[in-house]
């Protein structure tokens, strides 16, 4: 699949979440659990493999151009955003600060999602054609059930550093995906 047709629906699955999320009452505490539970999952999928794979693809492309500091200002929104999301991830909905948490970064993830789609993916589209196209976005494809499924602000967010961290990441996110969907399912039966 070409790497900006897959980038895009990963931006229309979380901008789903965020209208339900938007559309929800004050008491509606499960469902805003669950709801940012996805939002922190979609999230750091979605940021892993663009760091990962396309960034890293344009930097090389584009050198010193334009296009370049685009990549360096999405770099530094996606750290904003996955400080966010971490502080997020696990949190009590009922904590007085949740909603305005989400608010934020609802804010955030609108305004990059916007920037990359009016600004970046058009001189990407030039800058490397659709072969390659397709070959980033079958590898981005693929490493989805490879990346982090959490966030992690502190980890390098550019080759060759985040593909190690990363490795090393993901298995202790897979784990703690497991963990919860076990204390989930034993909540659930004694229920
Ligand atoms: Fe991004
Ligand atoms: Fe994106």
């Known amino acids: 699949m070409n790497a ?48 990962m794979f396309f960034y890293p693809a344009i930097r090389e492309a584009a050198a010193d151009g334009d296009a370049d500091e685009l990549v360096l200002e ?3 929104e996606h750290h904003v955003v ?8 696990g949190m009590n909905p009922e904590h007085e600060r949740f909603d305005a948490k989400v608010s934020v970064l609802v804010d955030s993830v609108r305004h990059h999602v916007e920037e990359e789609e009016q600004e970046l993916f058009p001189r990407v589209n030039k800058l490397l054609g659709r072969g390659r196209l397709d070959e980033i976005g079958e590898a981005m494809a693929r490493a989805k059930k490879t990346v982090p499924t959490h966030p ?35 909540i659930g039966s004694r229920a």
């Open 4 to 51: 900006i047709t897959l980038l895009k629906n990963d931006h229309k699955t979380v901008e789903q979440l965020f209208k339900r999320f938007e559309k929800l009452g004050p008491r509606a505490v499960k469902s805003k659990q669950e709801l940012v539970a996805r939002m922190v999952r979609e999230l750091s999928i979605h940021a892993g493999i663009e760091e």
């Open 74 to 76: 999405s770099l530094e």
């Open 82 to 89: 996955k400080w966010v999301l971490s502080e997020l991830d």
């Open 152 to 186: 992690h602000p502190r980890s390098p967010d550019e080759p060759p550093g985040n593909l190690v961290a990363g490795a090393g990441a993901a298995l202790v996110d897979k784990a703690l995906d497991t963990g919860r969907k076990v204390v989930r399912q034993k």
